[in-house]
């Protein structure tokens, strides 16, 4: 079966520019998150929905995050517009309702903004 | 609010060897889900071993085993007969549920090397 799909892997845009990034969940999981790593404050949800609903959205840091899940098979995190401190990997991972609660992550994206 | 605290940023251990990695959890919640994830440094996620709450049995996954004691809120992980491929950062993660699932909570993760 097929993992969590993230692209791009890498991101290099200038500051001002906006931002996407795309995730596909694994096939069957109701459950799909967001996060960033960042050196300083290491691995924090952004946003997390369940059956495409977002359920908590406090973890975006400002309103020039906005996420959207318009399917099962597909999220977006989109930057707009960007900033030098918005760089970090962004990670997506999902999961499935009624199992072991364990959150399975995709290769995450790399997003340099300078 | 839950926390989790990795109180050694950096370990290392000789090929074969034997090491344990500590993690201890803050949560008013009876119920809940502990894991260790892996982070080489291709930098994906990897689950390595999960713990239910209720389970007073330590889990096992071959050479990676837990030490769970919940009175004590720790959560340690013993990798035995070190590989050069375990060198990774590891991170603990707490979830708790009770109806509905929550994002998971990490701890700011060890950074461990094998030396061969």
């Known amino acids: 079966d097929a993992g969590v799909i993230q692209s791009p892997r890498h991101e290099v845009t200038e500051m001002g520019q906006e931002v996407t990034l795309r995730c596909k969940p694994i096939?069957?999981?109701?459950?799909l998150f967001w996060y960033r790593q960042t050196m300083m404050r290491g691995l924090e949800l952004l946003i997390y929905f369940n059956n495409n609903v977002p359920i908590d959205d406090s973890g975006m840091p400002e309103d020039r995050f906005s996420a959207k899940m318009p399917n099962a098979s597909f999220s977006t995190l989109k930057i707009q517009p960007s900033e030098p401190r918005d760089s970090a990997v962004y990670f997506c991972?999902?999961?499935?309702?009624?199992?072991?609660?364990?959150?399975?992550f995709g290769p995450g994206t790399r997003l340099t903004v300078t | 609010a839950q926390t989790v605290t990795q109180s050694q940023p950096e370990m290392s251990v000789q090929e074969a060897e034997t090491v344990t990695l500590s993690c201890t959890y803050d949560?008013?919640?009876?119920?809940?889900?502990l894991f260790w994830y892996k982070q080489p440094p291709s930098r994906q996620m990897i689950l390595v071993i999960r713990?239910?709450?209720?389970?007073?049995q330590n889990a096992t996954e071959n050479r990676f085993s837990v030490n769970f004691q919940k009175a004590a809120k720790s959560f340690s992980l013993k990798i035995s007969d070190s590989q050069l491929g375990d060198a990774a950062m590891y991170f603990c993660a707490y979830t708790n549920y009770g109806g509905s699932q929550g994002n998971l909570i990490f701890g700011k993760g060890t950074k461990l090397s094998v030396k061969p």
């Open positions: 096939s069957g999981h109701d459950y």
């Open positions: 991972a999902s999961s499935k309702a009624g199992g072991s609660y364990e959150q399975y």
């Open positions: 713990q239910e709450a209720y389970k007073q």
């Open positions: 949560t008013s919640e009876s119920d809940y889900y």
